[in-house]
């Protein structure tokens, strides 16, 4: 039974470039929460999507947006990229209420 | 808003000594509370949960009581090992719901020595 999967395990891009990081869910789950986990700091959630929708979001700026397919994964998006925005980026899944699992994120490191 | 304090590491122990890790918590309502753990290079492992007032988490050997009298959530182990060595997160999700959105403390790393 495969858990959360993230893709990819790590990326360099520079300033003012977009990214796209992918998750899917472990097996069963319908709920995805990403997080942003800057270097020495715990995560920091960004949002959260649920049958397709964001159902809540952190205090990120609209650089950030997400999406979620029809078979539950999920996909980050982020615009104009800032060095500030290099970190470790989880994705974690839950079901109905259940404690979330984290997948081992996506490092990305803007030069 | 929601907000997680965890005591500052490193912490240092050596094998088989006592584990203590303090975590206090803001909140309205009734939160769920968690300990997460992180190895090197890896995402976040669910190590133990307690979803009310008195609950006690445990698992591996690690506990942690819910204690709402000191909004407290406070890791411990009676004997740790070399293994154990990682960094620790604790965490709050709103309400009952143990899957919305998680709220961290700035995790406390631990280092345990032969």
């Known amino acids: ?111 | 808003g929601n907000s997680v304090t965890q005591m500052e590491g490193p912490v240092t122990l050596s094998e088989e000594a006592f584990l203590t890790i303090n975590c206090t918590y803001t909140a309205t309502g009734y939160p769920s509370l968690f300990w997460y753990v992180q190895y090197p290079g890896e995402g976040l492992q669910l190590l133990l949960k307690a979803t009310k007032a008195d609950d006690k988490g445990s698992n591996k050997g690690f506990e942690a009581t819910y204690r709402k009298e000191t909004t407290s959530f406070h890791l411990e182990k009676g004997s740790v090992q070399v293994s154990d060595s990682a960094v620790y997160f604790c965490a709050l999700s709103d309400h009952d719901n143990a899957g919305n959105m998680l709220t961290f403390g700035g995790g406390t790393r631990l280092m345990v020595k032969p």
């Open chain 1, 1 to 111: 039974d495969a858990g959360v999967t993230q893709s990819p395990t790590h990326l360099i891009k520079t300033r003012g470039q977009q990214v796209t990081l992918r998750c899917s869910p472990k097996s069963g789950h319908d709920t995805v929460s990403w997080y942003q986990q800057a270097l020495g700091q715990g995560p920091q959630f960004i949002f959260q999507y649920y049958e397709e929708e964001e159902r809540q979001r952190g205090n990120f700026p609209d650089r950030f947006s997400g999406h979620q397919f029809p078979n539950y994964s999920s996909e980050l998006n982020v615009n104009a990229l800032l060095l500030g925005d290099s970190a470790l980026y989880l994705c974690a899944s839950s079901l109905s209420g259940q404690p979330q699992h984290f997948g081992d994120g996506t490092r990305l490191s803007i030069l």
